[in-house]
């Protein structure tokens, strides 16, 4: 069973970047569609961005299109969320989260694997 462990969260003004690692263990990377998701304060788990199990077939969340780029290291088995042009709307609790399918889906119930999770936080 595949660990996640997700690092690289912080504070971050408006209009600033942040990457998201997610490291994993206990099996190749190569194996899961890996995505990446958010929650906020009173509000359900979101789809942000996936990515296929070789890459380079990506889905993103309509508005992070253009500023978030997920990208994959199968050698080094991590994941990564790059954040650009932050907005105060994208503070949350990101997750990154993996799943033993050949294609992309974005529900968090078609997940079976989830890291810890790391804060994002945008201030104006």
């Known amino acids: 069973q595949v660990q996640l462990v997700e690092s690289g969260g912080g504070l971050v003004q408006t209009g600033g970047s942040l990457r998201l690692s997610c490291t994993a263990s206990?099996?190749?990377?190569?194996?899961?569609?890996m995505g990446w998701f958010r929650q906020a304060p009173g509000k359900e788990r979101e789809f942000v961005a996936a990515?296929?199990?070789?890459?380079?077939?990506?889905t993103y969340k309509d508005s992070v299109k253009g500023r978030f780029t997920i990208f994959r290291d199968n050698a080094n088995n991590t994941v990564y969320l790059q954040m650009n042009s932050l907005r105060p709307e994208d503070t949350a609790i990101y997750f990154c989260?993996?799943?033993?399918?050949?294609?992309?889906?974005?529900?968090?119930?078609?997940?079976?694997?989830w890291g810890q999770g790391t804060q994002v936080t945008v201030s104006v």
């Open positions: 989260a993996g799943m033993n399918k050949r294609i992309i889906f974005i529900k968090p119930t078609d997940y079976q694997y």
């Open positions: 206990g099996g190749p990377l190569s194996n899961y569609v």
């Open positions: 990515v296929g199990r070789t890459g380079p077939g990506t």
